[in-house]
């Protein structure tokens, strides 16, 4: 790249003003190119992202280390059937719900588990590949029969009434087209935000960290797309896609298309920007162009988002399309406060 093009990409982080939207009762908060918070501080995608910092709240806001909270939060999101990332999550196309999961703290520990079916709590068992085997990740039949060694409880195989209901009616056109924003498009009742047709909530939740220590962590826990083919892994348990911390910079995390994350080392991408200079939103934005400029009309029909905290507390994001949201949780916005990503398009 010549001086002239490098000098030119950080300017496009600049701020823009963009306004307040607000979506239903979903209040999201505009956002200068970063936002500077106190710490500890637990930042989680999209406005479901409450319910995990609730998880991880507790735990940082009594000096307790990262990595513990991100996986509060990853549990608390799992238990919640709105969030929809768990078990009560829509199933592959054959009816199957299988979650994938990681964790990572910023000295590269980290665990993952994919293609894991009828385990409650794919984050915790992604804690355990990092803390108990000397691998990295574990897929399918060997991760379920390693949680059940690790004392996970086999779960029934069965879908929640909402997610067989929508599975039916998806079976009626079995056309797989992953639809832009549903993470923030259907909220249930028991959600604190909700959108205009009532609906709820979500299938992903990433959540990043920092504790009063300074020390970082990440979790990501998902079911993947819906209606996925059986078998199908997204970016939610590779590490330096789905998500990346490192103590020296930030850490990172996606939440949509996960074949686009792949393509690009996402999270790792965004990390290495903030690594010689970028502000979070500027190396989310980084991020973004890579995946659009791949393929431009095509982007124009996904969604991708990236979440970035550095280890001095700047909060940034960056979508390709608008409706992505974070939230936001430490001792100014202790319920936690939404804020909208600024986008591509
Ligand atoms: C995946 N990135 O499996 C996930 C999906 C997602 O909100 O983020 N949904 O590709």
Redesign the pocket.
Known sequence: MDRRKFLEIPLLGLPLLVAERTFGQAKRNPIGSSLKVKMPVVVS??DSGITANNGAWPILSKRGGALDAVEAAGRASEDEPSCCVGLAAYPDRDGNVTL?SCIMNGNGDCGGVSFLERIKHPVSVARKVMENTPHVLLSGKGAQEFAVAQGFTLEPAVLSADAEKEWKKWLEKSKYKPEIN??NKKVSQAAPYFFDDGSAN???M?TIAMDVDGKLAGM?T????AF?MRG?????PIIGA?LFVDNEVGAAT??????E?IRICGTHTVIEQMRFGRTPEQACREAVRRVVKRDPTKAKQLQVGFLALSKTGEIGAFAIQKGFSYSVTNSQYPKGKVFAARSWF
Do not use: A
């Open positions: 995608t999209w994938d549903i993470e979500h299938d992903t990433g990501v998902t079911s993947g797309m996925k199908r892994v997204g970016d939610s789905g996606s939440s949509g298309v996960g074949e994350v």
